[in-house]
């Protein structure tokens, strides 16, 4: 006979009054706050990047997720075929070399992000004028 199994529930930790309100945004990571040494590698994952694109985009998190998943498909596609792309505020993308090893797509990608390209997205943004014309009344 076969045993009837239940699954256990993890505890939900209610919110009280006395809770401070969540962050406005999500914290970046360097290594003197990880506690790690600090030639250890920081890695982005997943969660973490739809979190920061719901931050920043004002999003849902479905929202964010989907639209990730569809910009990180196409541009990897695009570096799988050897398309360079410039997409401002990230930079220049090219890949550099291209192989197979293993079974697995190996690319080589150099990213150049010049100092100016993050200065004037930063100022486009701050900008209180709108690029369209004025209502004529």
Do not use: H
Request: aromatic content about 2%; hydrophobic content about 35%.
């Amino acid at each position: 006979m076969a045993k009837a199994t239940t699954a256990k529930k993890k505890p939900v930790a209610l919110k009280t009054q006395d809770d401070p309100p969540a962050p406005a945004s999500v914290p970046e990571l360097t290594p003197a706050e990880t506690g790690e040494a600090p030639d250890t590698k920081l890695v982005l994952r997943k969660k973490t990047f739809v979190e920061r694109v719901m931050v920043e985009g004002g999003l849902k998190k479905s929202e964010a997720r989907g639209a990730m998943d569809a910009v990180l498909k196409v541009l990897g596609e695009a570096l799988s075929e050897g398309e360079e792309m410039q997409i401002p505020p990230l930079g220049k993308l090219k890949v550099n070399r291209q192989f197979e090893k293993n079974g697995d797509e190996i690319l080589v990608v150099k990213l150049r992000r010049p100092s100016g390209m993050l200065a004037d997205v930063a100022a486009d943004e701050k900008t209180d004028t709108s690029p369209l014309a004025e209502d004529e009344d």
